[in-house]
């Protein structure tokens, strides 16, 4: 029997290595039809491979669609640098239809154009400032219609080692003006805004492993922190029944302006106390905090309350 009976036309049996001669003599064309068996099922084989990956890569846009913000209009308190301005740009780029940085370093201004032209605004607001709070809020609810999201995330800390005994109570005064009073005021009108609005809103404060542990120094700032977990646990209590959720995210040592100021170092040589003193190796980086901001901002977590998520390197303070 010869396969030229099937009528293909020549071209396709050279496809598969044959030539017409070959599909003479009875044994060859056995051959081909192994050959063309295998070839087909490699042929399956690779279509199903590609329809697993189309199946996988529908599956991994579908997960960033979900993750996204769309829609959301959020307020990031001392977002001109380090973690607030990283917060800002992911929530821009994370589908965010408006962000509201609000800072006083006015100079840093154009963060926000860099970050969105469109969608990114920078109002100059001094959280020392109670009265600022509300104008705060009320600017972005007139600017972009609602408040999903306000992160609470200016603070400072102060120089001296302010240990219990050198204690100095006007710098501990303007510590908690901002580290703590702010969050306060913050909380207040954004909630006030969301429940007006019937928004099931989210508000966050940075936190760090001050707020339940001592540093062997800066105690104001220890305190400071203390008082901002008392004042989260509250409100996530007092606020759940009208659906906004109130969380700490929990900055380990990350890598900002701040913490050098904090330990006294330069940038370059900060990295390398960080590691030295870390557990786990590396150093987180603002954009680690930004990450679990906008994830716990998704709807996607809406019985996620009252949490404290830490994003940290276990650093060990040294004592
Ligand atoms: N970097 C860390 O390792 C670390 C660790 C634990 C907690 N935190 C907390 O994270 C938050 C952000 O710190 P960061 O590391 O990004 O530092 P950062 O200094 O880069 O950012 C703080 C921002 O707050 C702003 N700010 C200060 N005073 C203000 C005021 N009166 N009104 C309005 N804005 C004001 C600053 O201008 C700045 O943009 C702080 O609350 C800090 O306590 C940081
Ligand atoms: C407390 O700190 C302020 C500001 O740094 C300083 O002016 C003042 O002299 C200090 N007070 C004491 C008692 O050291």
Request: proline residues 1%; glycine residues 8%; aromatic residues 10%.
């Amino acid at each position: 029997m010869s396969f030229c009976t099937y009528n293909l036309p020549l071209r396709v049996w050279f496809l598969f290595g044959f030539s017409e001669k070959d599909l003479e003599s009875e044994s060859a064309s056995w051959v081909f039809l192994g050959s063309v068996s295998l070839q087909f099922l490699i042929l399956v084989w690779l279509l199903e491979f590609h329809i697993a990956g189309f199946l996988a890569l529908g599956a991994w846009l579908a997960s960033l669609r979900e993750n996204k913000l769309d829609g959301k209009v959020a307020t990031v308190i001392g977002g001109a640098s380090g973690i607030g301005e990283a917060t800002a740009r992911h929530f821009i780029n994370h589908g965010a239809c408006a962000v509201v940085i609000a800072d006083i370093q006015d100079e840093k201004q154009n963060v926000a154009a860099s970050i969105c032209s469109d969608r990114c605004t920078y109002i100059h607001y001094d959280v020392t400032d109670k009265e600022q709070a509300k104008s705060l809020v009320e600017s972005t609810v007139s600017m972009y219609g609602h408040l999903d999201v306000m992160f609470s995330n200016a603070g400072i800390f102060s120089s001296g080692t302010q240990t219990v005994l050198d204690f100095n109570f006007s710098v501990f005064n303007k510590l908690f003006a901002v580290n703590t009073r702010r969050m306060a005021a913050c909380v207040k009108h954004a909630a006030r805004a969301m429940k007006e609005g019937g928004v099931r809103g989210s508000i966050y404060s940075t936190a760090s492993v001050s707020a339940t542990h001592s540093l062997g120094f800066g105690t104001n700032y220890v305190m400071s922190k203390h008082a901002v977990l008392g004042l989260v646990r509250s409100a996530s209590c007092m606020l759940a029944e009208d659906g906004i959720r109130v969380n700490r995210v929990l900055s380990g040592t990350v890598g900002t302006p701040f913490l050098c100021r904090s330990l006294g170092v330069e940038m370059e040589e900060m990295e390398k106390v960080v590691e030295s003193r870390s557990k786990l190796k590396g150093v987180p980086t603002e954009k680690n905090v930004a990450e679990t901001v906008a994830f716990l901002s998704s709807d996607k977590l809406e019985f996620l309350i009252g949490v404290d998520l830490a994003v940290d390197s276990l650093y060990v303070f040294p004592l």
